[in-house]
């Protein structure tokens, strides 16, 4: 299984990105998935996420902001990201949970990150 993220790059403050993230290889079913950021010198932080239902989940300092989203059929998940911040810069990480036999339970999955840099 591998999740490949796209869509990051250099914005300026006030604009706004849209990353992307699939998930391919061996899957019976993916469940949660969501992105997490990490800025230089800090910790991973949670960012979004959203259930197989469609029910999403924010961190405080992106509500109102983001915007996630799925499609299901194509094993892809999305983060809409309006009105950024210079502190909104981070590397961008997805994850899913993914169960790969009818039989198996599901493990983390994590993309390679993409870098997003929002400038003032």
């Known amino acids: 299984v591998q999740l490949q993220a796209s869509g990051g790059g250099l914005v300026q403050a006030g604009g706004s990105l849209r990353l992307s993230c699939v998930a391919s290889?061996?899957?019976?079913?993916?469940?949660?998935m969501g992105w997490y950021r990490q800025a230089p010198g800090k910790q991973r932080d949670f960012v979004a996420r959203?259930?197989?239902?469609?029910?999403?989940n924010y961190s405080d300092s992106v509500k109102g902001r983001f915007t996630i989203s799925r499609d299901n059929a194509a094993n892809t998940v999305y983060l809409e990201m309006n009105s950024l911040k210079v502190e909104d810069t981070a590397v961008y990480y997805c994850k899913a949970e993914i169960s790969q036999t009818v039989l198996a339970g599901y493990r983390d999955y994590w993309g390679q990150g993409t870098q997003v840099t929002v400038s003032s």
């Open positions: 290889g061996r899957i019976f079913r993916v469940f949660e």
């Open positions: 959203i259930s197989t239902s469609g029910y999403p």
